[in-house]
C-alpha cells in the first residue's frame, strides 16, 4: 500500500517463541510506504526480551518523527 503523503513508513513486529523453552523472539521490519520508494523494506531490530521490542518501536518512532513536537519524545 503506497500512501501519498510527504513521507509515511509501515513497522511490523513478529514475535514468537521458539525452541523447547520458548524462547521469546522478535524481529521489527520497517517498510517505507512513502510514494516513489517502492516499499524498501530494513530489519530495524531483533530482540530477546518484550522490553527491547518497546524499546526499538520507540527509538523507531523518534527517529521516523525526527524528534517533531507531539511525536512522543515529551515535547
Do not use: C, N
Not at 520508494?37 to 530477546?48: F, K, L, Q
Amino acid at each position: 500500500m503506497t500512501v501519498e503523503h510527504d513521507r509515511s513508513a509501515a513497522l511490523l513486529i513478529r514475535v514468537w517463541l521458539e525452541g523447547r523453552t520458548d524462547e521469546f523472539r522478535g524481529r521489527l521490519t520497517s517498510v517505507s510506504t512513502s510514494l516513489g520508494d517502492g516499499g524498501v523494506e530494513r530489519t530495524v531490530a531483533v530482540a530477546s526480551l518484550p522490553e527491547a521490542v518497546l524499546e526499538a518501536v520507540g527509538s523507531w518512532l523518534a527517529q521516523f518523527t525526527g524528534g517533531a513536537p507531539g511525536s512522543g519524545d515529551g515535547g
